[in-house]
Every structure is written in structure tokens, then in C-alpha cells.
């Protein structure tokens, strides 16, 4: 293992050398240690009830899904239109983003079928208030059945940076391998998969009673969860299937190949983006 060579300094500084070995990871170009709008940009409005601003991650796709598959219950007040925000670009910091979403990620969401328009960001977010609004793929009725949905759904919230910021970024994005925040974020991801596999061992959907079939338990839950775990078991992130040995979790693998299959999943998994400008 490496011996430690790093003594933080009293104050950080920001390294403002990209190509350094030491700040030169995929997101070296856009990372700031500031918030706030970085230039002027005016967002496209299209014509429909919902404007969606967001990208094809896995943090994006989760509110394709629910779009998509309440046009497949055909809600018509939930058509949208989307635009791609291209964060390598810096899109997020562009000046009418940072007015929807201070925090300057995807997705955000602006609602026009109320006055006035009411702005959303944050995937978990949107997700329950479209549910909500459109009373569908979330149980209603305090008890038992909403209060697992919203568990489930803040799970997912709450953990997925694990993933995605610790073990996606060690292994995929930073300059070099490091050994420690390896291990460190692999044995996470792999704990949460085994959470997930046991829990799918005796539930068809996140949010089934126990032993119980039936789709009218999938739910927000199974959509934003199989965003970034269902696509990770499927071998569709961080080419990283091998490593973490992801065919090992059965039951997860069988629920997100089921989840893959559906027509909404598919169109939201390639959804197409309209440009923002020209
Ligand atoms: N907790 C947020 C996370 C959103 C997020 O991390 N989005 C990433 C892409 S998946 C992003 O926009 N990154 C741009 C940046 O960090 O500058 C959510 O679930 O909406």
C-alpha cells in the first residue's frame, strides 16, 4: 500500500492546474470551488406543460423514466420537452440554469401548466412531485405502502453519491488508481448491491409486499433506483461489471433486466435532447 505522501496545507487552495496529476481528473475542466452563474445564458421554453433541462446520466434518466412511462399511461399533461445541458461544457452554470437549480446540476424541471411556473431541481425532487401531481407510481395514502416508497426513494438519494462521486470516480475518472479510496468506495457499492439483492430476493419491486407479484407495485422507487443500480448490475457504468463481480447479485440482475425490458425504460434510456441554443 502507498505510504502517505500528502500534508494538507493550513488552508486548502484550489489547484488551478488541470493537466496536474493531482487536479487533472475528468472534471478538472468545469469543478470550481464556487457557486453561482458563470455566464449569461437564456434557456429555450418549447411548447409543452414541462420543460425538462437535464442529460443522459444516470441522474437524468430517472425523471425520463417516470416521463415516459406516464406517456405510456397517457397523461397528457405531463408531455415535456427536453434540452440537453452539456456539463463537460459548463452548461450548468449557464445564468437561466442557475435560476432553476442553484446547485447547477442535472436535472432540473419548470412546470408551466400552473402560474406561476414552478421550478424543480433534484432527481428525488421531481420525481415525487410528478408522482404526485399525477397521482400515479406512488402510493397516496399515508401507511405502510408510501411510507416504503419514500424510504426507498430517499435511499437511493442518499446513497448513490457513494457510487457515482466515490467508487465511479476512483476507478473510472481520477488521473491515477489509488488504492485506498478504492477499496474504500468498492466496499460500499458492493454492500449497497447486497441490500438491494437480498431485499429483491423476496419482492418483486422495491415497494412489493413480501412474496407478492404484481405490477402495480412498481413505483418511483424501482425507477430511480434501477437508474443507477439496475443500469450499474447491467454492466452499463464504469465498465466496471468485472470488478464488482455484479452478476453475482441474482435477484438484482433479475429485476433490473425486467425493468430494462419496459418500452418506457428503453425510450428514456435514449431519450433525445434538444439543443439549448441556435
Ligand atoms: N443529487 C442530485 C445530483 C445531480 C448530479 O450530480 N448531476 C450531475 C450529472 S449526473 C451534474 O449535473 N454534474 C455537473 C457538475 O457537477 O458540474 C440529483 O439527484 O439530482
Redesign the pocket.
Known amino acids: 500500500m502507498d505510504k502517505q505522501t500528502y500534508t494538507p496545507p493550513k488552508v486548502w487552495q484550489m489547484n488551478t492546474d488541470a493537466t496536474d496529476e493531482k487536479n487533472g481528473g475528468k472534471?478538472a475542466g468545469?469543478?470550481r470551488p464556487t457557486a453561482g452563474a458563470r455566464h449569461e445564458q437564456t434557456l429555450p421554453v418549447g411548447d409543452k406543460p414541462l420543460q425538462l433541462y437535464s442529460?443522459n446520466?444516470?441522474?437524468?434518466i430517472k425523471v425520463n423514466i417516470l416521463l415516459e412511462e406516464l406517456a405510456e399511461c397517457g397523461v397528457q399533461e405531463a408531455e415535456y420537452d427536453a434540452y440537453k445541458i452539456d456539463?463537460m461544457a459548463g452548461d450548468?452554470f449557464g445564468s437561466d440554469f442557475v435560476d432553476i437549480n442553484p446547485n447547477?446540476?442535472?436535472?432540473a424541471l419548470v412546470d408551466y401548466s400552473v402560474n406561476p411556473p414552478v421550478t424543480l431541481?433534484?432527481?428525488?425532487a421531481i420525481l415525487l412531485y410528478l408522482a404526485e401531481k399525477f397521482a400515479k407510481f406512488v402510493p397516496m395514502d399515508q401507511g405502510q405502502a408510501r411510507a416504503t416508497c419514500l424510504s426507498w426513494v430517499m435511499w437511493q438519494?442518499g446513497s448513490a453519491?457513494y457510487v457515482?462521486g466515490g467508487f465511479g470516480h476512483f476507478y473510472a475518472y481520477a488521473p491515477y488508481p489509488m488504492e485506498y479510496p478504492i477499496n474504500r468506495f468498492t466496499m460500499e457499492t458492493k454492500r449497497q448491491l447486497d441490500v438491494l439483492d437480498k431485499h429483491l430476493a423476496t419482492h418483486e419491486y422495491m415497494c412489493s409486499p413480501e412474496h407478492k407479484q404484481g405490477e402495480e407495485y412498481y413505483t418511483i422507487a424501482d425507477m430511480i433506483i434501477w437508474a443507477w443500480y439496475g443500469q450499474l448490475a447491467l454492466g452499463k457504468l464504469y465498465n466496471a461489471s468485472e470488478f464488482l463481480d455484479v452478476a453475482s447479485y441474482q435477484h438484482l440482475q433479475r429485476w433490473a433486466k425486467q425493468i430494462a425490458e419496459r418500452p418506457a425504460v428503453q425510450r428514456a434510456v435514449e431519450l433525445e435532447l434538444q439543443a439549448i441554443t441556435g
Open positions: 472534471f468545469t469543478n442529460l446520466t444516470p441522474n437524468g456539463i450548468q447547477s446540476k442535472i436535472p431541481f433534484e432527481s428525488g438519494m453519491p457515482g
